[in-house]
């Protein structure tokens, strides 16, 4: 009798071939799956993170500015009262300080600084060694250094030098029309018309430019840089004729000529090459 021993004859190897077979998994693969799981789940859980720091970031800044604004009107208060208070005088300055760093715009920025600006100034004509003064003096015409762009720093030195007028925010000298039509204090009627008035003619003279220029770009370019030129010039010619701008005939000049650029400056050109 011949006895059969082979495994594939055997009832439980031949059933055992009826499974499906699991392909294998290289090495090599199973650590890229890893790798870009790893990294996905990475990536979410830190995009979540910012989004949730992000919005604490938000939250704290908001309440800043609240407490900035707090502060601020109760060192106003107190300084108003107490005007040669020289304490009230440079907390107020530094209240200033800290409201212009979270102003809207860049003329709510001049209009808190230049407030601390002149409360420093005038603890200085009574205290010249204050420290804190001179401390806060800065700090505040920091803020105006700010706007550092062309028309900006233009508007900085004419807001402080020409008596609270802007010669090329026009926005601003509206708010400051108000203010003057309900008789505050250091704005004019006058200087925000005539500022808001030689800008419109600054910016009508540059639509009229460009429309009789005719297609012609660099011949826009150079007529409009010589005017502005010019217009700087006579500025510079006019105001050393006069060793302060106290002088309305001056002052006005320099509001007019300043306007009128800016005016031109500003005007889109859409002449072709």
């Given at each position: 009798?011949?006895?059969i021993n082979r495994p594939d004859m055997l009832a439980i190897s031949n059933c055992g071939s009826l499974r ?254």
């Amino acid at each position: 009798m011949t006895i059969i021993n082979r495994p594939d004859m055997l009832a439980i190897s031949n059933c055992g071939s009826l499974r499906p077979r699991i392909p294998r998994v290289s090495l090599r693969v199973r650590r890229k799956v890893l790798l870009r799981l790893f990294l996905v789940t990475t990536l979410a859980g830190f995009g979540f993170g910012n989004s949730v720091r992000g919005g604490e970031a938000e939250v704290k800044l908001a309440s800043f500015a609240v407490r900035a604004r707090e502060i601020f009107a109760a060192a106003q208060k107190r300084h108003l009262a107490e005007p040669t208070n020289a304490v009230a005088a440079w907390e107020f300055a530094r209240a200033c300080f800290d409201r212009a760093e979270f102003a809207t715009n860049d003329t709510e920025r001049v209009i808190i600084a230049d407030q601390g600006i002149a409360a420093c100034r005038r603890l200085l004509e009574r205290q010249t060694g204050s420290a804190p003064a001179h401390y806060y003096l800065g700090m505040n015409l920091g803020q105006l250094a700010l706007l550092l762009r062309a028309r900006f720093l233009v508007d900085a030195v004419s807001y402080l030098r020409l008596g609270h007028v802007f010669v090329a925010n026009m926005t601003g000298n509206v708010v400051f029309l108000g203010f003057a039509v309900a008789d505050a204090k250091d704005f004019s009627i006058p200087t925000s018309l005539t500022a808001i008035v030689a800008f419109l003619l600054g910016a009508l003279a540059g639509g009229r430019l460009g429309a009789r220029v005719g297609g012609h770009r660099g011949r826009y370019l150079t007529i409009a840089t010589y005017v502005e030129i010019a217009l700087v010039g006579a500025a510079l010619i006019v105001s050393p004729l006069a060793r302060d701008l106290d002088g309305a005939l001056v002052r006005y000049t320099l509001i007019v000529l300043l306007a009128l650029v800016m005016g031109f400056h500003v005007t889109p050109t859409s002449v072709d090459r």
